[in-house]
């Protein structure tokens, strides 16, 4: 299994980025998918997730800003963007929780795509 994700960018502070993040494979069932981001020098951490039935988490230095779906018949995920500012500036990648056709279950990474927000 494989995650694709895209549409980082350079941006304006205030200004908005869509993130999505296309799994494919040998897929059964994706339990749940996230995007997690990390800042030069700092730890990875979880943005927001979403799980098969449609429950969302976010953090909350991106609650009222971010908002994650999910188009299960794409196995996509993706994240809106709003209001960023210069601290959201970051690597963001996506993770999968995945039910393989061979009954195995494990969670799989996409590359980071980079989101640069200018002041």
């Known amino acids: 299994v494989q995650l694709q994700a895209s549409g980082g960018g350079l941006v304006q502070a205030g200004g908005s980025l869509r993130l999505s993040c296309r799994a494919s494979?040998?897929?059964?069932?994706?339990?749940?998918m996230g995007w997690y981001r990390q800042a030069p020098g700092k730890l990875r951490v979880l943005v927001a997730s979403?799980?098969?039935?449609?429950?969302?988490y976010y953090a909350d230095s991106v609650k009222g800003r971010f908002t994650i779906s999910s188009d299960n018949a794409k196995n996509t995920v993706y994240l809106q963007t709003q209001t960023l500012k210069p601290e959201d500036t970051a690597v963001y990648c996506c993770?999968?929780?995945?039910?393989?056709?061979?009954?195995?279950?494990?969670?799989?990474w996409g590359q980071g795509t980079q989101v640069t927000v200018s002041s």
């Open positions: 993770s999968a929780d995945v039910l393989t056709t061979y009954g195995t279950r494990y969670i799989t």
């Open positions: 494979g040998l897929i059964t069932r994706i339990n749940d």
């Open positions: 979403i799980t098969s039935d449609g429950h969302t």
